[in-house]
């Protein structure tokens, strides 16, 4: 099967550092999303981006789906954006579309 | 609107024990998928239901059971508990149409003692 590979695996920073994240796959996908995973578990969206770059706040992320990779950027971060980031990839699998997802990445904002 | 829903937040059961687990979609969404996420490891990939069908089942044995309803919500079944099977169980949901993204509950923790 597809394999998804995230790194750095864990990241730590003080408070007003930028950092990128970046997230490898081995084979075509449908899309692609990053995701938030608060410490309560909560998986938040961050970003639906099967190509291209789209930009939300002190977020923002690029596909290129043909090198099969994408990069999250999170800059001035905030203690509030520790927790870890998933990547996932969307593939087919019969008749149905699954998320694979990468094992994360732990990132810890120090103030 | 409301997000996806799921129910209960927490459990607690005991090996060989059975669990049901439920799941309300975002209002008009038809599709609904269970992650299981085990701790340090990102969520993998159960079922898939669709219009009440199952759509798609991920490398899980035959334990774990779903179905869907009328109104698009879902349980998901585990027979015989084992403690591997301790874990977040994760629901989510897409609107029709191939390339929709998942939005995700906030996720049942079940604990097997």
């Known amino acids: 099967g597809i394999q998804v590979e995230q790194s750095p695996p864990d990241l730590i920073l003080q408070e007003g550092a930028n950092s990128t994240l970046r997230c490898n796959f081995s084979?075509?996908?449908?899309?692609l999303q990053w995701f938030h995973q608060n410490p309560w578990g909560q998986l938040i969206n961050l970003f639906y981006i099967p190509s291209g770059t789209k930009q939300n706040g002190r977020l923002s992320a690029t596909t290129v789906a043909t090198e099969r990779y994408s990069l999250l950027y999170i800059s001035s971060s905030q203690t509030t954006d520790s927790g870890v980031y998933f990547c996932?990839?969307?593939?087919?699998?019969?008749?149905?579309?699954?998320?694979?997802f990468g094992k994360g990445m732990k990132l810890t904002v120090n103030p | 609107d409301a997000g996806v829903t799921q129910s209960p937040t927490h459990l607690i059961k005991t090996r060989g024990q059975h669990v049901t687990l439920r799941c309300s979609p975002i209002?008009?969404?038809?599709?609904v998928s269970w992650y299981q996420q085990v701790l340090g490891q990102g969520p993998q990939f159960i079922f898939q239901?669709?219009?009440?069908?199952?759509?798609g089942r991920g490398n899980f044995p035959d334990r774990f059971s779903a179905r869907q309803f009328p109104n698009y919500s879902s349980e998901l079944n585990v027979n015989a508990l084992l403690l591997g099977d301790s874990a977040l169980y994760l629901c989510?949901?897409?609107?029709?149409?191939?390339?929709?993204?998942?939005?995700f509950g906030n996720g049942t923790r079940l604990t097997v003692t």
């Open positions: 996932a990839v969307a593939v087919t699998q019969g008749g149905s579309e699954k998320l694979v």
């Open positions: 209002s008009g969404h038809k599709s």
């Open positions: 989510a949901s897409s609107s029709p149409g191939r390339n929709s993204p998942l939005h």
């Open positions: 084979d075509s996908v449908n899309n």
């Open positions: 239901y669709y219009e009440k069908e199952e759509r």
